[in-house]
């Protein structure tokens, strides 16, 4: 299971820390990822990471977007910097492992005002 947090709403230019929290141990080989969508879109990859060492952004949140591990705490962050009015979306946590284990969190609505 997994539970995203950290959503809210901020000023252009502004930074937002999400969370993704899983209910037991991220798998070493898993693939944790932070997509985000908008209505009549499709959702979209903004960053993901395997092993804690594989990292992948989206052009779109390249250097202002940081993505991170903490597997003491079983969670992974999204740090998200300079933000702008077309990074709002609502945020989704994916959780990937294998062909048959493919976890959503329920999303967190992230808004920026300009």
């Not at 539970?3 to 709403?9: D, F, H, I, R």
């Not at 960053?47 to 705490?73: H, L």
């Not at 998200?80 to 048959?100: F, I, Q």
């Amino acid at each position: 299971q997994l539970q995203a947090s950290g959503g809210g709403l901020v000023q252009a230019g502004g930074s937002l820390r999400l969370s993704c929290a899983a209910s037991a141990s991220i798998h070493s080989l898993s693939v944790v990822a932070w997509y985000r969508q908008v209505p009549e879109k499709p959702r979209e990859l903004v960053a993901s990471i395997m092993s804690g060492k594989i990292i992948n952004y989206g052009d779109s949140v390249k250097g202002r977007f940081t993505i991170s591990r903490d597997n003491a705490k079983n969670t992974v962050y999204l740090q998200m910097n300079s933000l702008k009015p077309e990074d709002t979306a609502v945020y989704y946590c994916n959780y990937k492992r294998g062909p048959s284990v493919d976890y959503w969190g329920q999303g967190t609505l992230v808004t920026v005002s300009s």
